[in-house]
């Protein structure tokens, strides 16, 4: 596409969306990175490189929109099963990241967060994360929360265990157990739940992203892969979101008031 009709379409887009109604909370699965570098006959640590373009920018532009939270699922649990050096290559990313893009953050008033186990990340990177949650915790704009070792059914586990450690303390009784209960007790605690996820790449699943968290959150997928995801994609699924009825189990407010 050339590049003033691509503008035309990303601003066309971006009349669309109504200010008043932006989902809260977006989530992103950033997937794809490795079959956009395939296709160019590239190793797959090319694409995990162009995806975090990718990221920068998006960060950028939902930070201008005004969405409060973005929570970005940089890498899995399962994602250990991978060569040992394309590990090693995401593992320098968030360094990389934080390198480049922490002064940035820091002007945008953006907080990091962090959901996943970095306990078990090298310590470079665990580092690198720590120092961005320690120096923008007092930051009280948009929350970017980096998913880096998640795996949605560990933290649920994890969540049960911290739990019935406090039952056994005598802290909580059984009745104390609800669901905003386990919620708080997630990596995402106090974080409202995703209003949009968004996947990219062509996979239509979650891959053990947020299930608790996803129980109402609407889905938009898409075919291009993250290192080609650009703002009208993101435009476009915000778009597409604010189109939607959300019922939360109930019935249309229309129906509603006809009964
Ligand atoms: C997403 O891209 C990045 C991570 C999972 C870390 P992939 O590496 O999964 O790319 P594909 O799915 O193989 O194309
Ligand atoms: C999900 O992508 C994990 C991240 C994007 C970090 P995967 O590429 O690991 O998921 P599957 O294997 O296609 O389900
Ligand atoms: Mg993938």
Redesign the pocket.
């Known amino acids: 596409m050339q590049n003033k009709e691509k503008l035309t379409k990303e601003f066309e887009l971006l009349k669309q969306i109504k200010r008043d109604k932006l989902p809260f909370h977006i989530a992103i699965i950033?997937?794809?990175?490795?079959?956009?570098a395939r296709k160019r006959g590239l190793p797959?640590i090319a694409?995990?490189k162009k995806?975090m373009d990718t990221l920068i920018e998006m960060v950028t532009c939902a930070h201008e929109l005004g969405i409060r939270a973005l929570s970005l699922y940089?890498?899995?649990t399962e994602?250990w099963k991978r060569p040992s050096l394309e590990v090693e290559f995401?593992m320098r990313l968030p360094e990389e990241y934080l390198k480049k893009e922490l002064a940035r953050l820091m002007e945008k008033n953006i907080k990091i967060r962090a959901a996943g186990d970095l306990s078990q990340l090298p310590q470079r990177t665990r580092d690198a994360m720590e120092k961005a949650l320690i120096e923008t915790a007092g930051n009280t704009g948009m929350v970017l929360n980096f998913a880096v070792n998640y795996g949605a059914r560990s933290e649920i586990v994890r969540a049960f265990k911290k739990i019935l450690s406090l039952v056994q303390e005598g802290r909580y009784q059984e009745d104390d157990i609800t669901e905003e209960l386990l919620s708080r007790h997630l990596y995402t605690s106090n974080l409202p739940d995703p209003d949009l996820l968004i996947r990219p790449?062509g996979?239509v699943r979650i891959s053990n992203f947020m299930l608790w968290q996803l129980a109402y959150t609407e889905l938009w997928f898409t075919k291009t892969?993250?290192p080609d995801f650009k703002r009208e994609h993101f435009y476009r699924a915000i778009v597409d979101y604010q189109g939607r009825e959300r019922r939360f189990g109930s019935i249309k407010k229309k129906v509603r008031s006809s009964i």
């Not at 950033?30 to 956009?36: C, I, K, L, S, T």
Request: a neutral charge; hydrophobic letters at 35%.
């Open positions: 950033m997937d794809g990175n490795g079959r956009w797959r694409g995990h995806g940089a890498f899995s994602n995401l790449s996979e892969l993250w």
